[in-house]
């Protein structure tokens, strides 16, 4: 049964546009990250927030910004996107001190053209 | 950093064979995941095993922590199991990066 919601699922735009991901937990988790993952399936992780605070930033673009309202909602911006922010993107989210047991969303892919 | 290498990088199997897969890491876990993930599909973890065997349904994960190893091994393999298969670490520190392996392609033939 998915608790980690993705949206949208699928977003095609032009190069230079804006675009949003949104992800929400209803585990109840403290702990949310942000993955990309390119055509080979490398999973590569860009943010991490604990109680909305951020504790990982990963080398990314300056136009990738993470923005989380409270623990359950981790959002994902790219301002002026570029052909290579073309992957998958995959929210997910676990409590630190109960073993870190990952919980992934669906994810979201994002085709540039 | 930490590294996760996982063996072999794909794996061929009819239907009914066992599979064995690897994953090595650079770095002592704290938490150790094992995922699947279908063509065009979402993470769907398989197991959480930091230490020692855990069994579920045809799934057996063996991680020997001071070894910096784990193993899942797959019985009676099913065309339904071809995927991908990725293996997920979390170091010691609680650094919340969550690293994982580039995983192993699975395809069983009926």
């Known amino acids: 049964e998915t608790a980690v919601f993705q949206t949208p699922n699928y977003h095609v735009t032009q190069v230079g546009n804006e675009v949003s991901f949104n992800c929400k937990q209803t585990?109840?988790?403290?702990?949310m990250y942000w993955y990309k993952q390119d055509s080979k399936k490398l999973l590569k992780i860009m943010f991490s927030y604990n109680n909305k605070q951020l504790i990982v930033n990963e080398t990314v673009p300056r136009r990738f910004s993470p923005q989380s309202s409270d623990k359950a909602h981790l959002n994902l911006r790219i301002k002026s996107v570029e052909p290579e922010d073309s992957a998958v993107y995959l929210c997910?989210?676990?409590?630190?001190?109960?073993?870190?047991?990952?919980?992934f969303g669906e994810g979201s892919r994002l085709i540039v053209v | 950093g930490q590294q996760v290498q996982q063996s072999p990088a794909s794996l061929v199997l009819q239907e009914g064979e066992n599979a064995e897969l690897q994953c090595n890491f650079s770095?002592?876990?704290?938490?150790l995941q094992w995922f699947y993930q279908s063509p065009g599909g979402s993470l769907v973890s398989l197991l959480s095993?930091?230490?020692g065997t855990k069994h579920t349904g045809r799934l057996t994960s063996t991680t020997v922590t001071k070894e910096r190893r784990s193993s899942l091994h797959i019985s009676s393999s099913q065309t339904t199991d071809s995927g991908t298969y990725l293996c997920?670490?979390?170091?010691?520190?609680?650094?919340?990066?969550?690293?994982f392996g580039k995983g192993t392609s699975l395809v069983v033939h009926p």
């Open positions: 997920a670490i979390v170091v010691s520190g609680g650094n919340y990066k969550p690293t």
């Open positions: 585990l109840g988790h403290d702990t």
């Open positions: 095993n930091p230490s």
């Open positions: 770095s002592t876990a704290t938490q």
């Open positions: 997910a989210s676990s409590f630190r001190n109960s073993g870190n047991t990952l919980y």
